[in-house]
């Protein structure tokens, strides 16, 4: 994801057609180091097609209405709010040492 995000920073500010080598200098400056592979893949695939036409199909995607758009969405949506569902930890009880006074319950 962050090799995506180095090519989006480099067309946001102006590089319309950004090199592999454009894409290691920034994630490098960013303090990341930078798949090679990665960088090299993203670059190829997005090689002569236009980085905002790009995002506004898959924004347009993803707000797609009607019964099959709503049914893949909610379906995805199922199966992920299921992945992520977990079991709560147990509560630990712990002691506070005579925090509060002593253990005496009258108060």
Do not use: W
């Amino acid at each position: 994801m962050r090799h995506v995000a180095a090519y989006a920073l480099l067309v946001l500010g102006g590089n319309d057609s950004p090199s592999a080598a454009d894409v290691t200098k920034v994630l490098k400056e960013a303090g990341s180091s930078p798949d090679e592979g990665q960088v090299a893949k993203i670059c190829a695939a997005l090689e002569g097609k236009q980085f905002h036409e790009l995002v506004s199909a898959g924004l347009a995607s993803l707000s797609a209405s009607g019964p099959a758009g709503g049914a893949t969405a909610g379906a995805s949506a199922g199966a992920a709010a299921k992945v992520v569902e977990e079991e709560p930890e147990p509560e630990e009880e712990v002691d506070m040492g005579g925090l509060f006074g002593g253990d005496d319950d009258g108060y």
